[in-house]
């Protein structure tokens, strides 16, 4: 294909334009143009030097030779970061805390996923993270490999400037979790007048918080999650549309704000299947990544509570806890004989 599209004077247009030219060359051909983020691409400019006459008379021949393709574009130099996307329909901007780990968290996962449909949608996905705190290079360059336009950025201040310089090029923002969102929920509005703005909160962290200081009762906790809820309320009632994955969550957001739309998304997941029937299969698993301490209270109760009645009866019975980031309470879960015979599994992190 090189040779045939080099063409019989065998000259790419020169004057700093020869990528230009061969791609308006391939698809001149009917042929498809395919961008690779992640490329290097490598220029001998000073094997071959130009005089500035030359290259002054080189730069005509691209507008001359693509006049009629080129009609198509913006002009030289105008919105070059919209003008490399000018077939998207859509563009959507993901606001989150860090960076998806989808290997490590299931929030993370969920975030990946929907990037993902963004993109099978038609729509320009562009990712912006707050805290770039875990694998932002490994990360980072995973969203770049699939065609996710990632910003980085390190505080809540750096974000506004992004809003500040961009925020009018986007049709919709999602945002997740109302830590994120709260500082940024006014110059959402004031820089991204026209989008649509879509709320995740994650999971009612105020509604945690309440669940727990009944439990523990602990006042200095349920304040605080007094004061969370009137927050993430706020946050809440401020977006245009809000996203929740539990219909328990959209009945008490519909109690606590009425007028809210209200919307519950999937849980996004690829379901891989198995050939093993249940009767099958054997033993208990708890997955989940252990820095969100409900998990950790989850393992413990059941490890302590449930567990030794299930023993009772199915002796051979292992339960494996599986997941990112165990902290030492639930590592020491496996140095600790329940009944001698019992078997708790707390493993490094891993991905099944």
């Known amino acids: ?48 030097p130009r005089s500035g006459k030359d290259r002054a008379e080189n730069q005509k021949r691209p507008d001359e030779r693509w006049r009629e393709a080129l009609l198509s574009h913006r002009s030289t130099g105008a919105d070059p970061h919209l003008e490399k996307d000018r077939n998207v329909g859509m563009r959507i901007l ?12 299931a929030g993370s996962y969920f975030t990946f996923n929907i990037l993902q449909v963004f993109q099978r949608l038609g729509c320009k996905a562009s990712f912006v993270s707050v805290d770039d705190v875990l694998g932002v290079a490994e990360y980072t360059g995973n969203l770049r490999r699939i065609g996710i336009e990632t ?34 929920m006014s110059r959402l509005r004031r820089y991204c007048p026209d989008s649509g703005l879509i ?6 962290h105020y509604l945690r918080m309440e669940r727990e ?26 977006a245009d549309c809000i996203i929740t994955h539990s219909y328990v969550e959209e009945d008490v ?6 007028a809210a739309r209200i919307v519950v998304f999937p849980w996004i997941s690829d379901v891989i299947g198995t050939n093993v029937g249940f009767g099958d299969r054997r033993d208990i698993m708890f997955l989940g990544g252990y820095r969100h301490s409900p998990n950790v ?16 009866q199915a002796p051979e019975c292992r339960f494996y806890v599986v997941g990112s980031d165990p902290p030492a309470e639930l590592q020491a879960l496996d140095r600790q004989g329940w009944n001698r015979s019992d078997q708790v599994r707390a493993g490094p992190p891993q991905l099944l």
């Open 1 to 48: 294909m090189w040779d045939e599209l080099a063409g019989p004077d065998g000259q790419l247009v020169r004057a700093d334009c020869e990528d230009a030219d061969i791609a308006c060359r391939v698809r001149a051909a009917a042929r498809e143009v395919w961008y690779q983020p992640m490329s290097c691409v490598i220029r001998y400019d000073a094997i071959a």
């Open 94 to 105: 993901v606001i989150d805390a860090q960076t998806p780990t989808p290997d490590r968290d």
């Open 151 to 184: 910003i980085q950025c390190a505080t809540i201040l750096q974000v506004a400037d992004l809003l500040a310089f961009r925020g009018r090029e986007f049709d919709h923002v999602l945002i997740f979790r109302y830590g994120v969102a709260g500082p940024l």
């Open 199 to 204: 709320f995740h909160p994650a999971d009612l």
């Open 213 to 238: 200081a009944i439990i523990t009762g602990d006042a200095k906790l349920a304040q605080a999650a007094a004061a969370v809820k009137r927050r993430e309320l706020a946050v809440a009632a401020a």
């Open 253 to 258: 957001l519909k109690r606590e704000l009425a």
């Open 297 to 312: 209270d989850a393992v413990t109760w059941f490890v302590r509570k449930i567990w030794p009645l299930v023993r009772a």
